[in-house]
Structures are given as C-alpha cells and as structure tokens.
C-alpha cells in the first residue's frame, strides 16, 4: 500500500488540501483485518490539514458507500458514507515515539525527525467511525428464527417458539406464589 505521509512543518501557514481516492487505503485494512465489507461505491476522503502550534487541524469528508451484514438476518446492508470532521493531531515529541504504545491514537510518525502525517490512517479511523453499530438491511428486518436459522423476511418457518425467556423462569415462579 501506498504510503500517505505529509510533513507536518512543509505545510503553508493556510493549509493544504489533499483528495484521496485511492481504495487500497480501505481495502488492505479490511482485508488484514478480516472484515465482511466491500465497497460498493468508491470512498473518497478531501482532507485540509492545517498547521497548528501542537500539531495540526485535520478537517475534512468522506463519502462513498460500503456493503455490510445485516444485524438481524445477515443478508447484504448497504451502508453510505458522508460524514464530515475535524480532528487535531498533537505532535508527540520525538524521543517517545520510538517507544510509543501499539494502542496510541496519534497519526504523527517521524521520518528522519521530522512530524509526518499519516493521512491513510486518518481516513481509516473516519472510515471506521462512520460505519453504523448494528446495519441493517431494512428497518423493518425480521431477522433469523432462533430454532431454525430460517431468514424471517422471506416467510414465516413453522417454527414452534417458546415465546417465554427461559432465563426469566425464577421471576415468573415468584410472582405466581404471590
């Protein structure tokens, strides 16, 4: 992949804009880490990066749209993308960067010690960010018969199902002794 490294102290005093269209930024992250999406419409990101005392301002969009599972019945879930944001990014100084946490949320790396951007990471986070907690496919979504594993949606299965939670039995038992 690409790498999508912007010198923090190169950039003018009003900023640069950069438009990335590239989709391995999003491909090799989910493909690495094994996520069931694709990408139906291009992702976009335009991004302004402008220089601050600390860092850097990041403002920026991304747009495109991806396919997910639904969380109900698994069936595809068409996801768009548009999100705007505005993301400040500290320069960490430069001797802790070697023993930096795998975990750090920083996208500044040092290249020859100097401040560089990570632009695809920043994407990627946004990326991430943008994607819904639990997609579905409709709003209206049956979802799967717990018995079966038959999609609802597409039929009622003849199913017997208790419509009782069984974790709920100790409660029901106390309150019929009342």
């Not at 009003?14 to 069931?36: N, R, S, V, Y």
């Not at 799967?144 to 069984?166: K, Q």
């Amino acid at each position: 992949m690409r790498k999508y490294l912007v010198s923090i102290n190169d950039l003018p005093p009003d900023g640069k804009e950069f438009t990335l269209e590239d989709q391995e930024i999003w491909l090799a992250p989910l493909k690495e880490f094994h996520m069931d999406c694709r990408i139906e419409k291009p992702l976009v990101a335009r991004l302004t990066v402008m220089p601050a005392e600390d860092g850097c301002l990041v403002r920026g969009s991304l747009t495109g749209e991806v396919v997910v599972p639904c969380n109900r019945c698994a069936e595809d879930a068409a996801v768009a993308i548009d999100t705007r944001f505005d993301e400040f990014e500290d320069i960490p100084p430069e001797e802790n960067t070697a023993g930096a946490a795998p975990d750090d949320a920083s996208h500044v790396v040092y290249d020859r010690h100097a401040p560089m951007l990570d632009l695809a990471a920043v994407c990627w986070e946004q990326f991430m960010l943008s994607l819904p907690v639990a997609p579905l496919c409709k709003e209206e979504c049956k979802g799967l018969c717990p018995v079966c594993g038959a999609n609802l949606n597409e039929g009622e299965c003849g199913c017997e199902r208790e419509h009782d939670d069984p974790r709920m039995a100790p409660l029901r038992d106390l309150a019929r002794r009342q």
